[in-house]
């Protein structure tokens, strides 16, 4: 494993799991997020996003955490050598989402180029709170029809829980 996508629905831990393997492995891990919310939430340029992506894989290893499939996935994913799929529960995701949320907004903890999560935003239009309840189910639809009908020969790995996420992680060698 030198080349890794985290895939998952927002508030599923892909970033906690993509440090973590980053830290085992001594990879460097970018944040997809990170790349596209530029400042005041404006996202990048197509151009612009894709070209951050590719800097940031231009070295042999690399550890990428985000759902960017249809901007960068056809030039992207065929490189990885490890796909990682975080699928757990609705019920999981958006409690942990919920209670990330909150902390970061109490906390006002910034999080890419000067953006910050707040609570007056909770439940409106741009809330990831609402994102994710109007998108975890087709996300975890085409997540499916890709683990099912793989286009990349890349190997796939689906954790449900936080249990098969441990048992992978220990079992992971340099």
């Known amino acids: 494993m030198k080349r890794i996508i985290v895939i998952g629905s927002s508030g599923a ?71 990682v799929w975080c699928n757990y529960s609705f019920k999981r995701v958006f409690w942990q989402l919920l209670r990330r949320t909150l902390r970061r907004s109490v906390r006002r903890t910034e999080l890419w180029n000067g953006n910050r999560e707040r609570l007056s935003a909770l439940f409106t239009k741009d809330s990831i709170i609402l994102w994710m309840l109007q998108n975890w189910k087709k996300q975890k639809t085409r997540y499916e029809e890709m683990f099912l009908r793989p286009t990349v020969s890349a190997t796939l790995i689906q954790l449900r829980n936080p249990k098969q996420k441990q048992k992978f992680l220990e079992n992971i060698d340099k």
């Open 13 to 83: 831990g892909k970033t906690t799991l993509a440090r973590e393997l980053a830290a085992k492995l001594d990879i460097p891990h970018v944040e997809l997020d990170s790349l596209y919310h530029q400042a005041n939430w404006r996202p990048a340029s197509p151009e612009d996003f894709l070209a951050s992506v590719r800097a940031a894989t231009k070295n042999d290893s690399w550890i990428l955490c985000g759902n960017y499939y249809s901007r960068i996935g056809q030039e992207i994913w065929p490189r990885a050598d490890t796909i």
